[in-house]
C-alpha cells in the first residue's frame, strides 16, 4: 500500500509558514514540494534536514529539543519545476503518483494555480475547477468572464498600442500590465497626456489592460468552500498608497473588516459568493478584492483561487483562533472539516513608510517590548509564531524587516519594495488602533544617503 501525501505546488510559501506543514503531519501525510528551481527550495529543505540531523545526534535519546522538529524536516521530496511549464510541473506530480497515494493538491503561489487545476482534474481530486483555475490567472479572461461585477476595460495587445491609447476616453484610469503579478506595473492615470507617459514605463511586448478607475475602499474575502458550498467567509479591510502615489501598494489589512457597514457586508459577500458561482468554483480556499462605491456598488478588482498574501491567513488565525491551512490541507484531501469559528478578535498588519536610500538599521526603544526579527529566507520560520487567547491584551505579534541591512530602498510603487512590517491583535477596534500607534510612534527605520 502507498503511504498518503499532499502535493503544495509553490512550496516556499510552506517554508515560512510551517501551518501547512502541521496540518499536514498532523493528517500523517507526506509532504511533496513543487517550486521554481530559482527559489532554492530543494537546498533550503536539505539544509534544514542537516541541522535537525546534526542537531539530534548530538542530543540524549530522551531530549525534545525543538530543534529536532523542525518542519521543514518532515519534507519528503521536493521538485523543481518552472511554474509557467504546465507539462513539467504535470509530469513531476504524475511521478510521484507511482510511488505515493496523492490525496490532494493546492496550489500556494499564484503562478502555479493553473498546473494545480490540471493535476487536480487529471487525478480525480478536489481543487477549485478547471475553470476557476484558468480564468483566475488572466486578467482578462477575468474581466470578461466576470463582466457583471466589473469596471470597462479593453485589453492592450503591443501592436495596438498607439489606436488603443487615442480611443480610450475614461479618466482616471488604472493601467495594468496582464503578465505581472500583485501591484507591479499598476498605475493611476488622469488624463490622457499621463497615459501616453505611462506607457513608457512597460516594455514594448507587454500586453496591458486600460481599466475605468473605480473610487471606493478596498476590501477582500477570503472564503473556504466544498463542493460550491461555502464553509467560512470573512472581510479583510486594505490600506494603501492610493492617496498619496499614482501606484497601488497595499500598506495594511484588518481582519475582520471594521468601517463596514452591515449592508455593505452583506453587498460584499453576495458579491463574491456570485463570483465563486459565475467560476463554477468547487473546493478550496478563494481570495477576491474589491471595492465599494459611494452608492454600494461592488466592483472587482480581481479574485485569486489560492491563499492570501501578505500575512493575511496569519490574520485569519488571529482573529478566529484556528489556522485557515489546517482547513484547506483537510479539504483537499476530501475531508469534511469543521470550519473556522467567526473572529472573536481583530488583527491587522501594518508596512511602516520608509525613505529612499541605504537600509542601515531598524530600532525599537529598549523597554518597549519589541523585538525587531530580520527577514533570513534560510532560517525558515515563521514570522507570526502563535495566536493567544481571545482576551489576551493588545498584542505584538511579530516586527520584522524584510530586506537584509545594506538594501538600497527606492520609491514605493509595488509590493516588493516594501521594507519592513508589524502584526498585532486585540478585543476592540479602538485597542488596535492604539497599539498600531505606539508601534508606529516607537519603531524607526535608519535609512542612510
Known amino acids: 500500500m502507498k503511504p498518503p501525501a499532499v502535493i503544495l505546488l509553490g512550496g516556499m510559501v510552506a517554508t515560512w509558514n510551517h501551518r501547512f506543514l502541521h496540518a499536514a503531519r498532523r493528517r500523517g501525510l507526506a509532504v511533496l514540494l513543487v517550486d521554481g528551481p530559482t527559489t532554492g527550495l530543494a537546498g533550503l529543505v ?10 539530534r545526534s548530538s542530543e540524549s535519546p530522551s531530549s525534545e529539543s525543538p530543534s529536532s522538529g523542525h518542519p521543514l524536516h518532515g519534507v519528503t521530496d521536493c521538485a523543481e519545476r518552472e511554474p509557467g511549464e504546465v507539462g513539467g510541473v504535470l509530469e513531476a506530480c504524475l511521478d510521484w503518483t507511482d ?15 493553473e498546473a494545480a487545476g490540471l493535476v487536480t482534474d487529471l487525478l480525480g481530486l478536489s481543487g ?17 468572464y466576470l463582466s457583471a461585477w466589473s469596471p470597462r476595460s479593453d485589453l492592450v495587445v503591443p501592436a495596438a498600442r498607439v489606436a488603443r491609447v487615442a480611443a480610450w476616453d475614461r479618466f482616471p484610469a488604472v493601467v495594468k500590465p496582464i503578465g505581472r503579478l500583485a501591484s507591479s506595473g499598476v498605475q493611476l492615470v488622469l488624463t490622457p497626456a499621463e497615459l501616453v507617459e505611462a506607457l513608457e514605463a512597460y516594455q514594448p511586448g507587454e500586453v496591458l489592460q486600460f481599466e475605468e478607475r473605480v473610487v471606493g475602499p478596498e476590501f477582500s474575502v477570503e472564503s473556504l468552500s466544498r463542493n460550491g458550498e461555502c464553509l ?3 472581510v479583510t479591510e486594505k490600506r494603501t498608497t492610493e ?6 501598494v497595499e500598506l495594511g489589512h484588518t481582519t475582520p473588516a471594521v468601517n463596514l457597514t452591515e449592508s455593505a457586508r452583506a453587498n460584499l459577500l453576495a458579491a463574491h459568493a456570485a463570483v465563486l458561482n459565475r467560476l463554477q468554483f468547487g473546493t478550496g480556499i478563494a481570495h477576491g478584492e ?33 489556522p485557515l491551512e489546517d482547513a484547506l490541507i483537510g479539504l483537499a484531501v476530501g475531508e469534511d472539516v469543521v470550519p473556522p469559528s467567526h473572529p472573536r478578535r481583530y488583527a491587522r498588519q501594518v508596512y511602516l513608510p520608509h525613505q529612499p536610500g541605504t537600509l542601515s538599521g531598524m530600532a525599537a526603544p529598549n523597554g518597549a517590548g519589541l523585538g525587531v526579527t530580520w527577514f533570513d529566507r534560510a532560517a525558515a520560520h515563521d ?18 524587516a524584510l530586506k537584509p541591512l545594506g538594501s538600497q530602498l527606492g520609491p514605493l510603487r509595488e509590493s516588493a519594495d516594501r521594507v519592513s512590517m508589524f502584526v498585532i491583535d486585540a478585543t476592540s477596534p479602538d485597542a488596535l488602533d492604539q497599539l498600531e500607534a505606539q508601534v508606529s510612534r516607537d519603531v524607526h527605520l535608519e535609512v542612510s544617503r
Not at 471595492?291 to 490574520?315: W, Y
Open 46 to 55: 536539505e539544509q534544514r534536514r542537516s541541522a535537525s540531523s546534526e542537531s
Open 99 to 113: 510511488r505515493w497515494d496523492v490525496r490532494g493538491i493546492c496550489s500556494l503561489r499564484e503562478e502555479f494555480v
Open 128 to 144: 477549485p475547477g478547471l475553470r476557476a483555475s484558468r480564468v483566475s490567472r488572466n486578467k482578462f479572461l477575468q474581466r470578461r
Open 232 to 234: 467560512y467567509v470573512e
Open 243 to 248: 492617496g498619496d502615489s499614482p501606484y497601488f
Open 290 to 322: 474589491y471595492r465599494v462605491t459611494a452608492r454600494g456598488r461592488v466592483v472587482l478588482t480581481e479574485v485569486a483561487v489560492r491563499p492570501p498574501g501578505d500575512s493575511i491567513l496569519a490574520l485569519h488565525w488571529l482573529a478566529t483562533g484556528t
Open 383 to 400: 514570522p507570526v509564531r502563535e495566536a493567544g487567547a481571545a482576551t489576551d491584551p493588545p498584542t505584538v505579534r511579530c516586527l520584522m
